[in-house]
């Protein structure tokens, strides 16, 4: 059997671990402490350049017109706001948000900043 010194997982991969007892939650990289990990820091804290926040979005063709982009974004939004959705949600980890077209391309495209000369530094092609 290897052991484990180090990983760097999802809260929703790692969760029932950390309860049981059998790994040991020592930072997260957002860019906020985690409420199901309250003895994990950010690691911001010590290293302000590392927050990588976990997001998940419903993209659409980029030929949508808007009103029916404006439409969709307020259906999933209600959804996501919906308590027992938003409580499952994060039961699973996730922090439900709901983000206007807009504030979700600006996270995308911080991310992409973010992450663009990293992935062109290791040659990495989407294939």
């Known amino acids: 059997m290897r052991k484990l010194d180090c990983a760097l997982e999802t809260p929703a991969n790692s969760e029932q671990h950390i309860n049981a007892g059998t790994i040991r939650a020592i930072s997260v990289t957002s860019s906020n402490p985690l409420g199901k990990f309250p003895d994990a820091a950010p690691m911001a804290s010590v290293y302000p350049e590392v927050v990588m926040e976990g997001w998940q979005a419903i993209l659409l063709p980029a030929a949508t017109p808007r009103p029916?982009?404006?439409q969709l974004n307020a259906e999933f939004a209600k959804i996501i706001r919906?308590?027992?959705?938003?409580?499952?949600?994060?039961e699973l980890g996730f922090e439900p948000v709901g983000d206007t077209p807009d504030e979700a391309a600006?996270?995308?495209k911080i991310d992409y900043e973010r992450?663009?000369?990293?992935?062109?530094s290791l040659k990495l092609r989407p294939d």
């Open 106 to 108: 600006a996270v995308l």
């Open 82 to 90: 919906d308590p027992e959705i938003a409580n499952r949600l994060r």
């Open 115 to 120: 992450s663009g000369p990293i992935i062109g």
């Open 68 to 70: 029916i982009r404006d």
